[in-house]
Protein backbone atom coordinates (compact mmCIF):
# COMPACT_ATOMS: atom_id res chain seq x y z
CA UNK A 1 0.00 0.00 0.00
CA UNK A 2 1.13 3.08 -1.06
CA UNK A 3 2.61 5.12 1.66
CA UNK A 4 0.86 9.14 1.90
CA UNK A 5 2.37 12.29 3.97
CA UNK A 6 0.91 15.53 3.56
CA UNK A 7 2.01 18.64 5.17
CA UNK A 8 0.23 21.59 5.42
CA UNK A 9 -0.16 25.07 6.63
CA UNK A 10 3.45 25.73 5.97
CA UNK A 11 5.62 28.65 4.21
CA UNK A 12 7.12 26.58 1.26
CA UNK A 13 10.46 28.05 0.40
CA UNK A 14 12.70 26.57 -2.58
CA UNK A 15 14.68 28.82 -4.45
CA UNK A 16 11.85 29.96 -7.19
CA UNK A 17 9.01 29.71 -4.46
CA UNK A 18 8.01 31.67 -1.58
CA UNK A 19 4.39 31.03 -0.76
CA UNK A 20 1.82 29.47 1.97
CA UNK A 21 1.04 25.68 0.93
CA UNK A 22 1.20 22.50 1.59
CA UNK A 23 3.13 19.24 -0.28
CA UNK A 24 1.56 16.01 -0.83
CA UNK A 25 4.23 13.09 -0.77
CA UNK A 26 3.52 9.27 -1.68
CA UNK A 27 6.07 6.72 -2.03
CA UNK A 28 8.94 8.96 -0.83
CA UNK A 29 8.25 11.30 -3.64
CA UNK A 30 6.69 14.42 -3.66
CA UNK A 31 3.04 14.42 -5.59
CA UNK A 32 1.88 17.76 -5.60
CA UNK A 33 2.06 21.21 -4.14
CA UNK A 34 -0.67 23.27 -3.47
CA UNK A 35 -0.48 26.97 -3.17
CA UNK A 36 -2.26 28.65 -0.72
CA UNK A 37 -3.22 29.49 3.03
CA UNK A 38 -4.17 25.80 3.66
CA UNK A 39 -4.73 25.48 7.21
CA UNK A 40 -8.07 23.26 6.97
CA UNK A 41 -6.88 19.62 7.48
CA UNK A 42 -10.45 18.42 5.91
CA UNK A 43 -10.11 20.58 2.80
CA UNK A 44 -6.63 19.30 2.26
CA UNK A 45 -7.70 15.68 2.58
CA UNK A 46 -10.15 15.97 -0.29
CA UNK A 47 -8.12 17.46 -2.11
CA UNK A 48 -5.25 15.13 -1.93
CA UNK A 49 -7.48 12.47 -2.40
CA UNK A 50 -8.64 13.67 -5.72
CA UNK A 51 -4.89 13.79 -6.32
CA UNK A 52 -4.10 10.63 -5.91
CA UNK A 53 -7.22 9.10 -7.74
CA UNK A 54 -5.72 10.43 -10.56
CA UNK A 55 -3.14 7.69 -9.78
CA UNK A 56 -5.55 4.81 -8.84
CA UNK A 57 -4.85 5.09 -5.20
CA UNK A 58 -7.88 4.04 -3.17
CA UNK A 59 -10.07 6.32 -1.76
CA UNK A 60 -9.58 4.90 1.98
CA UNK A 61 -5.32 5.57 1.77
CA UNK A 62 -4.67 6.83 4.85
CA UNK A 63 -3.14 10.00 4.83
CA UNK A 64 -0.58 10.52 7.60
CA UNK A 65 -0.88 14.53 8.14
CA UNK A 66 1.74 17.08 9.93
CA UNK A 67 0.73 20.67 10.89
CA UNK A 68 3.71 22.72 9.86
CA UNK A 69 1.52 25.67 12.08
CA UNK A 70 3.60 28.09 9.90
CA UNK A 71 6.75 27.65 9.78
CA UNK A 72 9.22 26.55 6.62
CA UNK A 73 9.00 24.11 4.88
CA UNK A 74 12.34 23.54 2.85
CA UNK A 75 14.01 21.16 0.39
CA UNK A 76 16.16 19.42 2.74
CA UNK A 77 19.92 20.68 2.89
CA UNK A 78 23.02 19.17 0.85
CA UNK A 79 26.74 19.04 2.44
CA UNK A 80 28.99 18.72 -0.44
CA UNK A 81 32.13 18.45 2.15
CA UNK A 82 31.50 16.50 5.43
CA UNK A 83 34.35 14.81 7.70
CA UNK A 84 32.88 11.78 9.42
CA UNK A 85 35.86 10.08 10.48
CA UNK A 86 34.61 7.25 9.44
CA UNK A 87 36.30 4.42 9.46
CA UNK A 88 39.16 4.25 11.80
CA UNK A 89 38.87 7.70 14.07
CA UNK A 90 35.43 7.01 15.83
CA UNK A 91 36.38 8.72 18.61
CA UNK A 92 36.07 12.04 16.80
CA UNK A 93 32.80 11.14 15.31
CA UNK A 94 31.12 7.63 13.43
CA UNK A 95 28.23 6.83 10.90
CA UNK A 96 25.87 6.93 13.71
CA UNK A 97 26.91 10.14 15.25
CA UNK A 98 27.25 12.42 11.95
CA UNK A 99 24.56 11.24 10.84
CA UNK A 100 22.35 12.37 13.51
CA UNK A 101 24.16 15.69 13.37
CA UNK A 102 23.04 15.84 9.83
CA UNK A 103 19.65 15.43 10.56
CA UNK A 104 20.19 17.88 13.61
CA UNK A 105 21.10 20.23 11.24
CA UNK A 106 18.34 20.02 8.11
CA UNK A 107 20.61 17.52 6.16
CA UNK A 108 19.61 15.30 3.62
CA UNK A 109 22.23 14.65 1.75
CA UNK A 110 25.60 14.37 2.84
CA UNK A 111 28.78 13.86 1.23
CA UNK A 112 31.83 12.21 3.39
CA UNK A 113 35.47 12.80 2.27
CA UNK A 114 37.67 9.93 2.04
CA UNK A 115 40.93 11.40 4.88
CA UNK A 116 40.16 8.40 7.11
CA UNK A 117 42.20 5.52 8.54
CA UNK A 118 42.56 3.60 6.35
CA UNK A 119 42.04 6.29 3.24
CA UNK A 120 38.98 5.47 1.30
CA UNK A 121 40.46 4.67 -2.39
CA UNK A 122 38.37 1.77 -3.71
CA UNK A 123 35.03 2.36 -5.05
CA UNK A 124 34.17 -1.14 -3.08
CA UNK A 125 34.99 0.37 0.41
CA UNK A 126 32.93 3.67 -0.34
CA UNK A 127 29.80 1.49 -1.59
CA UNK A 128 30.53 -0.28 1.94
CA UNK A 129 30.63 2.60 3.73
CA UNK A 130 27.57 3.66 1.83
CA UNK A 131 25.34 0.79 2.26
CA UNK A 132 26.07 0.78 6.48
CA UNK A 133 25.03 4.50 6.47
CA UNK A 134 21.52 3.37 4.54
CA UNK A 135 20.95 0.99 7.04
CA UNK A 136 20.80 3.84 9.83
CA UNK A 137 18.09 5.34 7.69
CA UNK A 138 18.25 8.91 8.98
CA UNK A 139 20.68 10.94 6.08
CA UNK A 140 21.43 9.89 2.90
CA UNK A 141 25.32 9.38 2.41
CA UNK A 142 27.87 9.55 -0.34
CA UNK A 143 31.41 8.56 0.30
CA UNK A 144 34.13 10.15 -1.82
CA UNK A 145 37.08 8.05 -3.13
CA UNK A 146 40.52 9.70 -3.00
CA UNK A 147 42.31 10.80 -6.08
CA UNK A 148 45.32 9.42 -5.52
CA UNK A 149 45.94 5.91 -3.87
CA UNK A 150 45.92 6.34 0.00
CA UNK A 151 47.23 9.72 -0.26
CA UNK A 152 50.95 8.67 -1.80
CA UNK A 153 50.06 11.42 -4.04
CA UNK A 154 51.52 8.83 -6.88
CA UNK A 155 48.54 6.10 -8.02
CA UNK A 156 45.82 6.60 -9.75
CA UNK A 157 44.99 3.35 -10.83
CA UNK A 158 41.96 3.13 -8.38
CA UNK A 159 40.16 5.42 -10.46
CA UNK A 160 39.85 3.23 -13.62
CA UNK A 161 37.35 1.31 -11.28
CA UNK A 162 35.20 4.08 -10.06
CA UNK A 163 31.67 5.20 -11.60
CA UNK A 164 29.69 8.37 -11.31
CA UNK A 165 26.54 6.52 -10.21
CA UNK A 166 27.98 5.56 -7.09
CA UNK A 167 30.65 8.21 -6.44
CA UNK A 168 30.25 11.41 -8.37
CA UNK A 169 32.88 12.83 -6.27
CA UNK A 170 36.72 12.34 -5.72
CA UNK A 171 38.81 14.90 -3.65
CA UNK A 172 41.94 14.43 -1.75
CA UNK A 173 41.06 16.66 0.83
CA UNK A 174 42.64 17.24 4.06
CA UNK A 175 45.54 18.03 1.69
CA UNK A 176 46.34 18.88 -1.76
CA UNK A 177 47.65 16.37 -4.90
CA UNK A 178 51.41 18.02 -4.79
CA UNK A 179 52.39 16.93 -7.83
CA UNK A 180 50.70 18.74 -11.53
CA UNK A 181 51.42 15.88 -13.72
CA UNK A 182 49.58 13.58 -10.91
CA UNK A 183 46.58 15.68 -10.58
CA UNK A 184 46.21 15.99 -14.62
CA UNK A 185 46.09 12.27 -15.04
CA UNK A 186 43.46 12.19 -11.91
CA UNK A 187 41.87 14.96 -13.43
CA UNK A 188 41.62 13.35 -17.13
CA UNK A 189 40.82 10.03 -16.01
CA UNK A 190 37.86 12.12 -14.26
CA UNK A 191 36.81 14.40 -16.57
CA UNK A 192 36.20 10.79 -19.03
CA UNK A 193 33.86 9.50 -16.28
CA UNK A 194 32.11 12.91 -15.34
CA UNK A 195 33.13 12.85 -12.13
CA UNK A 196 33.77 15.83 -10.14
CA UNK A 197 36.90 16.83 -9.06
CA UNK A 198 37.11 18.59 -5.50
CA UNK A 199 40.28 20.49 -4.70
CA UNK A 200 41.59 21.47 -1.37
CA UNK A 201 43.59 24.19 -2.74
CA UNK A 202 47.00 24.36 -0.49
CA UNK A 203 50.18 24.25 -2.32
CA UNK A 204 51.56 21.61 -0.74
CA UNK A 205 55.51 22.79 -0.57
CA UNK A 206 54.31 25.90 1.15
CA UNK A 207 52.03 24.52 3.24
CA UNK A 208 54.47 23.03 5.53
CA UNK A 209 55.81 26.61 6.07
CA UNK A 210 53.37 27.84 8.02
CA UNK A 211 53.36 24.82 10.59
CA UNK A 212 56.05 26.19 13.28
CA UNK A 213 54.40 29.72 13.85
CA UNK A 214 50.94 27.59 14.47
CA UNK A 215 53.20 25.75 16.76
CA UNK A 216 54.85 28.75 18.18
CA UNK A 217 51.47 30.08 18.74
CA UNK A 218 49.86 26.85 20.53
CA UNK A 219 52.74 26.73 23.01
CA UNK A 220 52.16 30.03 24.12
CA UNK A 221 48.23 29.40 23.87
CA UNK A 222 48.60 26.21 26.30
CA UNK A 223 51.06 28.66 28.45
CA UNK A 224 47.80 30.85 29.40
CA UNK A 225 45.25 28.20 28.72
CA UNK A 226 43.65 29.45 26.00
CA UNK A 227 41.84 27.18 23.24
CA UNK A 228 42.48 27.04 19.59
CA UNK A 229 38.66 27.32 18.49
CA UNK A 230 38.32 30.79 19.62
CA UNK A 231 35.93 30.60 22.51
CA UNK A 232 35.43 29.40 26.02
CA UNK A 233 38.06 31.81 27.58
CA UNK A 234 35.85 33.73 29.40
CA UNK A 235 37.99 33.92 32.50
CA UNK A 236 40.99 34.94 30.59
CA UNK A 237 42.10 38.22 31.62
CA UNK A 238 43.34 40.03 28.82
CA UNK A 239 44.22 42.80 30.55
CA UNK A 240 46.80 41.09 32.43
CA UNK A 241 50.67 43.08 31.42
CA UNK A 242 51.56 39.60 31.13
CA UNK A 243 48.76 37.72 28.96
CA UNK A 244 48.31 40.85 26.63
CA UNK A 245 52.30 40.39 25.78
CA UNK A 246 51.36 36.44 24.89
CA UNK A 247 48.20 37.46 22.97
CA UNK A 248 50.56 39.76 20.93
CA UNK A 249 52.77 36.85 20.39
CA UNK A 250 50.39 34.74 19.29
CA UNK A 251 48.90 36.98 17.12
CA UNK A 252 52.05 37.55 15.45
CA UNK A 253 53.07 33.89 15.17
CA UNK A 254 49.50 33.34 13.70
CA UNK A 255 49.47 36.27 11.15
CA UNK A 256 52.69 34.84 9.18
CA UNK A 257 50.96 31.84 9.61
CA UNK A 258 47.97 32.76 8.02
CA UNK A 259 49.68 34.82 5.20
CA UNK A 260 50.96 31.85 4.16
CA UNK A 261 48.60 29.65 3.98
CA UNK A 262 46.78 32.30 1.84
CA UNK A 263 49.45 32.33 -0.89
CA UNK A 264 49.24 28.41 -0.29
CA UNK A 265 45.29 28.75 -1.19
CA UNK A 266 46.06 31.03 -3.81
CA UNK A 267 48.84 29.11 -5.71
CA UNK A 268 46.61 26.17 -5.53
CA UNK A 269 43.74 27.42 -6.84
CA UNK A 270 44.79 28.61 -10.00
CA UNK A 271 46.61 25.37 -10.54
CA UNK A 272 44.04 23.43 -9.87
CA UNK A 273 41.35 25.34 -12.11
CA UNK A 274 43.86 25.53 -14.81
CA UNK A 275 45.17 22.01 -14.82
CA UNK A 276 40.96 21.47 -15.28
CA UNK A 277 40.99 23.07 -18.17
CA UNK A 278 43.57 21.04 -19.90
CA UNK A 279 41.89 17.57 -18.25
CA UNK A 280 38.03 18.87 -19.47
CA UNK A 281 37.00 18.01 -16.00
CA UNK A 282 34.62 19.58 -13.61
CA UNK A 283 36.72 21.22 -10.86
CA UNK A 284 34.92 22.73 -7.70
CA UNK A 285 37.25 24.51 -5.47
CA UNK A 286 36.45 23.80 -1.64
CA UNK A 287 36.23 25.86 1.08
CA UNK A 288 37.71 28.98 -0.81
CA UNK A 289 38.53 31.81 1.59
CA UNK A 290 40.49 34.45 -0.05
CA UNK A 291 39.76 37.45 -2.20
CA UNK A 292 42.44 36.05 -4.71
CA UNK A 293 41.08 32.88 -5.07
CA UNK A 294 37.69 34.01 -5.34
CA UNK A 295 38.49 36.10 -8.26
CA UNK A 296 40.18 33.39 -9.60
CA UNK A 297 37.37 31.16 -10.08
CA UNK A 298 35.27 34.40 -10.81
CA UNK A 299 37.40 34.81 -14.19
CA UNK A 300 37.18 31.41 -14.76
CA UNK A 301 33.48 31.42 -14.88
CA UNK A 302 33.63 34.49 -16.76
CA UNK A 303 35.78 32.70 -19.75
CA UNK A 304 33.81 29.81 -19.90
CA UNK A 305 30.46 32.08 -20.03
CA UNK A 306 32.15 33.81 -22.91
CA UNK A 307 32.90 30.79 -24.39
CA UNK A 308 29.48 29.02 -24.24
CA UNK A 309 28.22 32.99 -25.59
CA UNK A 310 30.44 32.61 -28.74
CA UNK A 311 29.20 28.85 -29.25
CA UNK A 312 25.57 29.90 -29.08
CA UNK A 313 26.23 32.88 -31.70
CA UNK A 314 28.15 30.64 -34.35
CA UNK A 315 25.43 28.16 -33.99
CA UNK A 316 22.61 30.75 -34.48
CA UNK A 317 24.77 31.63 -37.59
CA UNK A 318 25.03 28.31 -38.83
CA UNK A 319 21.40 27.87 -38.32
CA UNK A 320 20.64 30.95 -40.08
CA UNK A 321 23.08 29.66 -43.05
CA UNK A 322 21.38 26.61 -43.31
CA UNK A 323 17.95 28.16 -43.20
CA UNK A 324 19.49 30.61 -46.41
CA UNK A 325 20.52 27.62 -48.15
CA UNK A 326 17.32 25.45 -48.16
CA UNK A 327 19.32 22.82 -46.09
CA UNK A 328 18.53 21.02 -42.13
CA UNK A 329 20.58 21.89 -39.42
CA UNK A 330 21.71 19.76 -36.97
CA UNK A 331 23.25 21.19 -33.51
CA UNK A 332 26.31 20.11 -32.24
CA UNK A 333 25.66 17.85 -28.97
CA UNK A 334 26.31 19.03 -25.95
CA UNK A 335 27.26 16.61 -22.96
CA UNK A 336 27.71 17.04 -19.29
CA UNK A 337 31.34 16.56 -19.49
CA UNK A 338 34.14 18.28 -20.27
CA UNK A 339 35.78 22.01 -18.11
CA UNK A 340 33.73 22.95 -15.81
CA UNK A 341 34.12 24.78 -12.07
CA UNK A 342 31.98 25.54 -9.29
CA UNK A 343 33.26 26.21 -5.59
CA UNK A 344 32.02 26.26 -1.75
CA UNK A 345 32.31 28.15 1.33
CA UNK A 346 31.82 27.43 4.54
CA UNK A 347 29.52 29.40 7.36
CA UNK A 348 32.44 30.11 9.41
CA UNK A 349 34.50 31.90 6.19
CA UNK A 350 30.97 33.58 5.90
CA UNK A 351 30.52 35.16 9.54
CA UNK A 352 34.02 35.32 11.12
CA UNK A 353 36.48 37.78 10.66
CA UNK A 354 40.10 35.56 11.42
CA UNK A 355 42.19 38.91 12.14
CA UNK A 356 40.05 40.23 14.77
CA UNK A 357 40.59 38.39 18.59
CA UNK A 358 39.41 35.10 19.40
CA UNK A 359 38.43 34.35 16.02
CA UNK A 360 42.55 34.32 15.31
CA UNK A 361 43.03 31.68 17.56
CA UNK A 362 40.08 29.40 15.93
CA UNK A 363 42.83 27.36 14.07
CA UNK A 364 40.76 25.82 10.86
CA UNK A 365 42.33 25.11 7.29
CA UNK A 366 41.62 27.57 5.16
CA UNK A 367 42.23 29.54 8.30
CA UNK A 368 39.64 32.49 9.07
CA UNK A 369 40.98 35.52 6.89
CA UNK A 370 40.60 39.41 7.16
CA UNK A 371 37.74 41.16 6.70
CA UNK A 372 38.36 42.30 3.29
CA UNK A 373 38.63 38.48 2.57
CA UNK A 374 35.22 38.07 4.22
CA UNK A 375 33.37 40.91 2.49
CA UNK A 376 34.85 39.25 -0.76
CA UNK A 377 33.26 35.88 0.16
CA UNK A 378 29.93 37.62 0.40
CA UNK A 379 29.84 39.75 -3.28
CA UNK A 380 30.66 36.53 -4.51
CA UNK A 381 27.82 35.24 -3.22
CA UNK A 382 25.12 37.61 -4.40
CA UNK A 383 26.97 38.22 -7.71
CA UNK A 384 26.72 34.08 -8.44
CA UNK A 385 31.17 33.27 -8.74
CA UNK A 386 30.10 31.08 -5.41
CA UNK A 387 27.47 28.06 -6.04
CA UNK A 388 27.17 26.24 -2.76
CA UNK A 389 27.63 26.68 0.89
CA UNK A 390 29.38 23.88 2.40
CA UNK A 391 30.30 22.93 6.64
CA UNK A 392 33.47 21.01 6.11
CA UNK A 393 32.00 19.76 9.36
CA UNK A 394 35.76 18.35 11.13
CA UNK A 395 34.67 17.02 14.47
CA UNK A 396 37.93 16.46 16.60
CA UNK A 397 38.10 15.55 20.46
CA UNK A 398 38.58 18.64 22.82
CA UNK A 399 42.38 17.07 23.45
CA UNK A 400 42.78 16.88 19.42
CA UNK A 401 41.71 20.33 18.98
CA UNK A 402 43.82 21.85 21.72
CA UNK A 403 47.21 20.40 20.22
CA UNK A 404 46.34 22.20 17.03
CA UNK A 405 44.25 19.73 15.12
CA UNK A 406 42.32 22.32 12.45
CA UNK A 407 38.57 22.58 11.76
CA UNK A 408 35.41 23.04 13.62
CA UNK A 409 32.16 20.60 13.90
CA UNK A 410 29.73 22.31 11.35
CA UNK A 411 26.46 20.19 10.35
CA UNK A 412 24.32 21.44 13.28
CA UNK A 413 25.11 25.60 13.60
CA UNK A 414 25.05 25.83 9.66
CA UNK A 415 21.54 26.78 8.86
CA UNK A 416 21.50 29.27 11.91
CA UNK A 417 24.66 30.77 10.82
CA UNK A 418 23.81 31.05 7.43
CA UNK A 419 20.25 32.37 8.15
CA UNK A 420 21.64 35.24 10.64
CA UNK A 421 24.43 36.27 8.41
CA UNK A 422 22.98 36.19 5.47
CA UNK A 423 19.27 36.99 5.50
CA UNK A 424 19.50 38.90 8.66
CA UNK A 425 22.13 40.39 9.01
CA UNK A 426 22.80 41.08 4.88
CA UNK A 427 19.37 40.87 3.18
CA UNK A 428 20.07 38.09 1.22
CA UNK A 429 16.99 36.70 -0.07
CA UNK A 430 16.32 33.68 1.73
CA UNK A 431 15.28 31.47 -2.01
CA UNK A 432 18.67 32.52 -2.56
CA UNK A 433 20.08 30.85 0.60
CA UNK A 434 17.78 27.78 0.17
CA UNK A 435 19.16 27.57 -3.66
CA UNK A 436 22.78 27.71 -2.24
CA UNK A 437 21.98 24.84 0.26
CA UNK A 438 20.02 22.63 -1.32
CA UNK A 439 18.77 23.31 -5.16
CA UNK A 440 22.69 24.11 -6.36
CA UNK A 441 24.29 20.83 -4.57
CA UNK A 442 21.73 19.14 -6.04
CA UNK A 443 22.35 19.73 -9.59
CA UNK A 444 26.21 19.53 -9.22
CA UNK A 445 25.73 15.68 -7.75
CA UNK A 446 22.50 14.93 -10.78
CA UNK A 447 20.63 14.51 -7.84
CA UNK A 448 16.24 14.48 -8.27
CA UNK A 449 16.39 16.63 -4.91
CA UNK A 450 16.41 20.35 -3.47
CA UNK A 451 13.25 22.18 -5.17
CA UNK A 452 9.65 21.39 -4.12
CA UNK A 453 7.92 20.23 -7.70
CA UNK A 454 6.21 16.87 -8.12
CA UNK A 455 8.43 13.91 -8.57
CA UNK A 456 11.10 15.08 -6.63
CA UNK A 457 12.66 13.31 -3.80
CA UNK A 458 10.45 14.12 -0.62
CA UNK A 459 13.95 14.54 1.64
CA UNK A 460 12.08 18.16 3.16
CA UNK A 461 13.02 20.29 6.50
CA UNK A 462 10.81 22.31 8.52
CA UNK A 463 12.77 25.74 10.08
CA UNK A 464 11.86 28.65 12.14
CA UNK A 465 13.49 31.08 10.18
CA UNK A 466 12.91 33.51 13.31
CA UNK A 467 13.54 31.84 16.57
CA UNK A 468 16.49 32.80 18.02
CA UNK A 469 18.59 30.06 19.84
CA UNK A 470 22.13 29.98 21.82
CA UNK A 471 24.88 27.75 20.58
CA UNK A 472 25.53 24.64 23.46
CA UNK A 473 27.63 21.96 21.90
CA UNK A 474 27.38 19.62 25.27
CA UNK A 475 23.70 19.27 23.23
CA UNK A 476 25.27 18.39 19.65
CA UNK A 477 24.80 14.58 18.63
CA UNK A 478 28.26 15.28 16.80
CA UNK A 479 30.70 13.54 19.14
CA UNK A 480 33.16 17.08 17.75
CA UNK A 481 31.96 19.73 20.55
CA UNK A 482 34.53 22.23 19.28
CA UNK A 483 33.03 25.45 17.55
CA UNK A 484 33.68 28.88 17.07
CA UNK A 485 30.35 29.84 17.80
CA UNK A 486 29.75 28.36 21.28
CA UNK A 487 27.69 30.86 23.57
CA UNK A 488 26.75 32.68 20.27
CA UNK A 489 22.95 33.67 19.76
CA UNK A 490 22.03 32.71 16.12
CA UNK A 491 18.77 33.12 14.37
CA UNK A 492 17.16 30.29 12.40
CA UNK A 493 16.09 26.73 14.08
CA UNK A 494 15.67 23.60 12.28
CA UNK A 495 12.68 21.99 13.89
CA UNK A 496 12.04 18.80 11.37
CA UNK A 497 13.79 16.51 9.18
CA UNK A 498 11.56 14.29 6.36
CA UNK A 499 13.38 11.62 4.54
CA UNK A 500 11.87 10.23 1.68
CA UNK A 501 8.60 11.26 3.16
CA UNK A 502 9.31 9.87 6.45
CA UNK A 503 9.62 12.16 9.62
CA UNK A 504 13.34 11.35 11.28
CA UNK A 505 13.97 13.97 12.84
CA UNK A 506 12.14 16.57 15.89
CA UNK A 507 13.59 18.88 17.74
Known sequence: MSRVVLIYNARLLDESMDTPGAVLVMDG???SVFQGYYTNSETLEKMAHSVLAEDGVDEKTSIELHNAHGLTLTPAFIDMHVHL???????????TSGLHAAAAGGYGTI???????????SI??????????????????????SLTKNFEGTDTSHLDFVEKQYVPVITEDGRDVPTSGVMLEAMTKAGEKGLIVSCHSEDMTLGPLAKPFRAEALEIMKGVGLSAWGTGDEDFDADDEANAEALDRIDLALTKANEILALAEDVATVRNIMLAKEADCHVHIAHVSTAVSINAVREAKNELYDEEMDYNADEADAAYQAFEDGEKFA????TEKGFSVSCEVTPHHLALCGTDEPYIRALVNPPLRSEDDRVAVLEALRDGTVDVISTDHAPHTLDDKAAGAPGFTGLETAYGVCNSVLVKDNQ?????????MSAAPARLLGLHKGLLRAGYDADLTIVDPDEEWTVDSSKFYSKGKATPFEGRTLTGKVKYLFIDGRLVFES
Open 111 to 121: VAMPNTNPVVS
Open 428 to 436: FNPRRLSQL
Open 124 to 145: EMAMKIEREAAAIGLTHLFQTV
Open 29 to 31: KIR
Open 331 to 334: PTTR
Open 85 to 95: RYPGQTQKEDL
